[in-house]
Structure formats: structure tokens, C-alpha cells
């Protein structure tokens, strides 16, 4: 069965520092996987995705993930971050039928001046 | 601009008042889907679309129907509702997965209460 795991319910970071969030996964077949931000009231915006090719994605507003096969991971990754990339953040899995998203149960990144 | 777009944002309402929420998108995909959010549980699929004419079942179905007779449109039915079907809704289109696309379109989210 699929499933996104994402281990961390809260990550915080000073502004400027680089920031991780985690996320594993467990797929059977080559695995699509997705990151989303979502800010307050707001729906899921759309930042990366991994669905062939480089392990390294690059994505919207500085974001980038690294795609990592032996661990099953698909982390995502910023140099330096900013008081306005505090979120609610989404790990997704689409199943390899294509019919069915996965979503993590969610992490919120609290980034500090 | 491409967009989905749900009606209505915000409900309230008492417990066996049949409601819709309605889902639609401009941007011509095949799948569409339901999600509810609820506090640490993340996003769970309550119902999906292939194409017009098919849905299946998602992973929380119960007390939830949809239909899809108009490839953009997808409306999501709660014939009973009940206090435990207050959530946070979301619907979502994609296209079909390519190096290029098949991430998920969200629309703006449908806060429904019920009493």
C-alpha cells in the first residue's frame, strides 16, 4: 500500500539558516512524488514535483528536494529561509495507476527574525 | 488563468440538510478529486475522477457522493450530514502524470460546519 510518512509535526528555523523538511514514502512501482505549501485559509499550492530524471528538483520560490531511492525519501530543502515561507507543508505520493494521491499528515515550518 | 474553483467557502448547517459543494476547473483535466482536512490527519481522499462518467471511492467515502457528468465539473453530495463530517473540503484536478505535469490543481478550500 502507499503511504507518505512525514516525521516532523513542527520544524522551526532562523531566518537565513537553511531548512529541511522530511518526508519518506512507500510505493510499489516508480513512486510520483509531490511537495505543496499551504498558508492560512488558503488552499494547496503546488512547489515541486519528482517524477523522472534528476534527483535533485527544483521548484518555486527557492525550494528544491532531493530524491533518494535506497531511503525512500524525498525531503525538501532550502539554502536560506525566509520569515515568509512559514507554512503548513505536504509530502504527496500519486499511486503508479494514477488514481489515488497520498498525503502527508502535515508539517508546519515556523521560520524566526 | 487556470484555476478550480469551489462554492460555496464557507457553511453552516444542522445535521440531515442535504448540501453540495460545487468543484469546477477550466483547465480541461481528465482526474478530479475530493479531500477533507482535518487537524493532524493531513489531506484523505473521499472520492475520485478519472474521467466523466467514472468515480471510485477514496479512503474516507462514508456519508459522501459525487457524480461526474461534465468533464469540468465534479460536485461533492452530502445527502445526511452529521456534526462528524465538519471539515475543512478541498477539491482538486490534474492531468494525466509526464515529466512535465500530473501535480494536483487545488481550489480555495470549503469550510463546512455542521450542528
Known amino acids: 500500500a502507499q503511504s507518505v510518512a512525514q516525521p516532523e509535526d513542527q520544524v522551526n528555523v532562523a531566518e537565513g539558516n537553511p531548512l529541511t523538511v522530511k518526508c519518506t514514502y512507500s510505493?510499489?512501482?516508480?513512486?510520483?512524488l509531490f511537495w505543496y505549501v499551504q498558508y492560512p485559509n488558503r488552499g494547496l499550492q503546488f512547489l515541486l514535483k519528482?517524477?523522472?530524471?534528476?534527483?535533485l528538483v527544483k521548484g518555486s520560490y527557492g525550494f528544491e528536494a532531493e530524491f533518494n531511492k535506497s531511503q525512500t525519501s524525498f525531503h525538501l530543502k532550502k539554502p536560506s529561509a525566509l520569515v515568509s515561507d512559514s507554512a503548513l507543508y505536504f509530502c504527496a505520493v500519486r499511486d503508479t495507476g494514477f488514481n489515488k494521491f497520498y498525503f502527508g499528515s502535515g508539517t508546519k515550518l515556523n521560520v524566526k527574525p | 488563468e487556470a484555476q478550480v474553483t469551489q462554492n460555496p467557502r464557507y457553511l453552516i448547517t444542522v445535521t440531515g440538510k442535504k448540501l453540495t459543494v460545487t468543484c469546477s476547473q477550466n483547465m480541461n483535466h481528465e482526474y478530479m478529486s475530493w479531500y477533507r482536512q482535518d487537524p493532524g490527519l493531513g489531506l484523505r481522499q473521499i472520492y475520485y475522477?478519472?474521467?466523466?462518467?467514472?468515480?471510485d471511492k477514496g479512503d474516507v467515502p462514508e456519508g459522501y457522493k459525487v457524480s461526474r457528468k461534465e468533464k469540468r465539473n465534479f460536485p461533492l453530495i452530502l445527502e445526511s450530514p452529521s456534526p462528524n463530517q465538519t471539515s475543512l473540503y478541498f477539491c482538486?484536478?490534474?492531468?494525466?502524470?509526464?515529466?512535465?505535469?500530473?501535480?494536483?490543481?487545488f481550489g480555495e478550500g470549503s469550510r463546512l460546519t455542521v450542528l
Open positions: 475522477s478519472m474521467n466523466v462518467e467514472v468515480t
Open positions: 482538486a484536478s490534474s492531468s494525466k502524470p509526464s515529466p512535465g505535469r500530473g501535480e494536483l490543481f
Open positions: 519528482y517524477i523522472t530524471g534528476d534527483n
Open positions: 510505493v510499489s512501482g516508480n513512486p510520483y
